[in-house]
């Protein structure tokens, strides 16, 4: 099976600073993994994605990186603001994301102070 | 486009009573569809796999007995709590896959169910 470790649990950054969140996975033969973001209440809310032929991938404040030799994707989100306040979770999956259900870290608070 | 919805958001129930919770691709169809746990300030935890027709794969450690999953179309997930006890209260979450959606993402998800059982 697969375990997913994230890191930190909570991250409290200030407004305009740049947060990093880190997700280390088992499963060598995972192959998509993802970032969500959920606030309270809510379904999680899907961010970015990664497959595992690529290295990096961007939405304008939003990166995703992703180093298979370590078994290590981080999500990057630059110029942080209040409305990115919320728990966030990385997952990943061995089947594309499409057969098998997720396997997701355990969540981070991203606290964004004024 | 790609929504998925579940009724009810959320129900309150008393103990040893069933509850239904619906999950519905609303413009899209889902040959396999997800059904998570998520208990306060914990990540999601994988139930079952729901696939069109054929009967559900449950996670270790799930009941099958209890929490009983009927995926009768390509649109529409049932998951059925019997004889719900308050430790079962918790927020449940479905995920569909797309037969043929874009590029990308593979899993959309609803908004969660939110069970508390008196």
């Known amino acids: 099976g697969e375990n997913v470790e994230q890191h930190p649990s909570t991250l409290s950054v200030q407004e305009g600073d740049n947060s990093i969140i880190n997700c280390a996975y088992s499963?060598?033969?995972?192959?998509?993994f993802i970032w969500y973001k959920q606030e309270s209440g809510k379904g999680p809310q899907f961010i970015i994605d990664?497959?595992?032929?690529?290295g990096e991938k961007k939405d304008q404040r939003i990166a995703v990186t992703l180093n298979k030799t370590a078994k290590h994707f981080s999500l990057h989100i630059t110029e942080t603001q209040p409305e990115d306040s919320a728990v966030y979770f990385c997952a990943a999956s061995s089947s594309g994301g499409g057969a098998d259900g997720l396997t997701f870290g355990k969540g981070t608070h991203l606290i964004i102070q004024p | 486009g790609a929504v998925v919805s579940q009724h009810p958001s959320w129900v309150i129930c008393k103990s040893g009573t069933s509850v239904k919770i619906e999950c519905r691709s609303l413009d899209f169809q889902a040959t396999t569809m997800f059904w998570y746990r998520q208990f306060p300030k914990q990540s999601l935890m994988l139930m079952a796999t729901?696939?069109?027709?054929?009967?559900?794969?449950?996670e270790q450690g799930v009941e099958k007995d209890k929490f009983l999953i009927n995926h009768a179309s390509l649109t529409l997930s049932t998951l059925t709590v019997t004889s719900a006890h308050p430790e079962d209260s918790s927020f449940y979450i479905c995920s569909a896959n797309p037969i043929a959606g874009p590029p990308g993402q593979t899993q959309y998800f609803g908004p969660g169910t939110r069970l508390l059982v008196l």
């Open positions: 729901s696939n069109e027709g054929s009967k559900a794969t449950y």
């Open positions: 499963n060598s033969a995972s192959d998509y």
């Open positions: 990664i497959r595992s032929n690529v």
